[in-house]
Each structure stands twice: as structure tokens, then as C-alpha cells.
């Protein structure tokens, strides 16, 4: 079946644009998370969705990144105002409950590049 | 809070070696420990995974036991092969009401000549 999916790929943005990321998960998973991994580090939690509920944004790392997941599928991750500290790969991961040890799967990343 | 601390790689074999990759975490309460790898070109997946002590997750080859008295996991397989050459993730839920929002480590790469 179908994996997570996230668009675009690639994104090259100059300094002070606004992006938005997208992150389609598997169908049916309840919760929904977000990661930055820097270049040669390990991913790092920025946010965390059961259905469309928000119930931690404690990794987001300022007031210019906003993510929203309206009706408990589809999510996107906002960033306003880029700059050039917010080049990264931005993973997206789905699990099918909320059970601590439940599997996150992951999607291939969106590689940001600010410049 | 809640870290994870993995060897710093890369780590370079020949292919039928001894691999380990050395894990600590640190952690409140009682998390559920995985092993995640990323091989070229590829999203990240997981390897396996252990959910309470002294429990033993294997795959592939690889496997890995939940030391609770040493705050560990280390990853092993006793002979690589060339297609294992990837980064590998040790990573950490904490057993905490507020999701299952993973912790992971700096990643080992591992590179594994023919």
C-alpha cells in the first residue's frame, strides 16, 4: 500500500519567503508527527497531531513555524519568514494509534534550502 | 530531559565483519527503544525495536537488547554484507500521556566494503 508521501521534494527559498510543506500520511493513522533533521544529525522533533488536534508544539523552534492538520489527514507545515538557519530536511511520520511503542513511518523528507 | 547518545561514526567494514553500534539513552520512567536506518536515497525505516528490559529485538540480521541497568542498546550483526552500508538511528520514546514522539540520536554510518 501506499507510505507517507510528502511534497515538494526539493525547495529552494530566499530569505524572508514563506513555505509551506505538505505531508500526506497512510490512510487510518491517528497521529501524525513532524522532524528537522539537519545536515549529518539526527532528526528532531518539532510537532505532534492526533487526528487533527495539536497536542504538542513544544520542538517548534520559533513563532514562524505554524503546522495544521484540519481534518485529521492531510498536514502542512508552515514557515514564515525563512532563514538560511531553517535549511534542513523536514520528515514527516504517521503511526496507526497512540500507543507509545506503536511504529512511525516515515516519508522521504522535503530538503529546504535557504539562501 | 530525555537524550540519546550513539558512536560517532563512520564505521567502515569488510563485508562477513562483526558490526556493533554502541547506544545509551537517558530517560525517565520506562521507554521503548528502537533502531531506525536510512539507506541511500531512502526514507528513514525501522530495523526493530524493544518496549520493556532485557527484551531482544531482532531483524534482519541485526539485533539488539534493552540493558536497563546500563542504559543501553546496542546494535549488532555478526556478519555485514555491502547492502547493509546505510546510517543507522538508535531513538527512544518516552512512556509519557503526550504521544509517542521519538528521540533519536546523531546517527552511525556505516560503510561496508566488499
Known amino acids: 500500500g501506499a507510505g507517507v508521501s510528502q511534497s515538494p521534494r526539493y525547495k529552494v527559498a530566499k530569505r524572508g519567503q514563506d513555505v509551506a510543506l505538505r505531508c500526506d500520511p497512510i490512510s487510518g493513522h491517528v497521529s501524525l508527527f513532524w522532524y528537522q533533521q539537519a545536515l549529518g544529525q539526527g532528526p528532531e522533533f518539532l510537532t505532534y497531531?492526533?487526528?487533527?488536534?495539536?497536542?504538542?508544539k513544544s520542538g517548534l523552534p520559533s513563532d514562524r513555524f505554524f503546522a495544521e492538520r484540519p481534518e485529521g489527514s492531510v498536514s502542512t507545515l508552515k514557515i514564515q519568514r525563512t532563514q538560511q538557519e531553517d535549511s534542513a530536511v523536514y520528515l514527516c511520520?504517521?503511526?496507526?494509534?497512540?500507543?507509545?511503542?506503536?511504529?512511525?513511518?516515515f516519508g522521504p523528507g522535503t530538503r529546504l534550502t535557504v539562501l | 530531559g530525555d537524550s540519546v547518545t550513539q558512536m560517532e561514526g563512520p564505521v567502515t567494514l569488510s563485508e562477513e565483519a562483526f558490526l556493533t553500534i554502541n547506544c545509551t539513552y537517558t530517560a525517565t520512567g520506562y521507554p521503548s527503544l528502537f533502531w531506525y536506518v536510512q539507506y541511500p536515497g531512502e526514507g528513514l525505516q525501522l530495523l526493530l525495536k524493544?518496549?520493556?528490559?532485557?527484551d531482544k529485538g531482532s531483524n534482519k540480521g541485526f539485533e539488539a537488547t534493552y540493558r536497563k541497568e546500563t542504559t543501553s542498546f546496542h546494535l549488532e550483526k555478526g556478519s555485514v554484507q555491502v547492502s547493509d552500508s546505510a546510517v543507522y538511528f538508535c531513538?527512544?520514546?518516552?512512556?509519557?500521556?503526550?504521544?509517542?514522539?521519538?528521540?533519536f540520536g546523531g546517527g552511525t554510518r556505516v560503510l561496508v566494503k566488499p
Open positions: 511520520a504517521s503511526s496507526l494509534t497512540l500507543a507509545v511503542a506503536d511504529t512511525q513511518y
Open positions: 531513538a527512544l520514546t518516552a512512556n509519557k500521556a503526550a504521544g509517542n514522539k521519538l528521540t
Open positions: 497531531f492526533q487526528n487533527e488536534a495539536q497536542l504538542d
Open positions: 524493544a518496549t520493556k528490559a532485557d
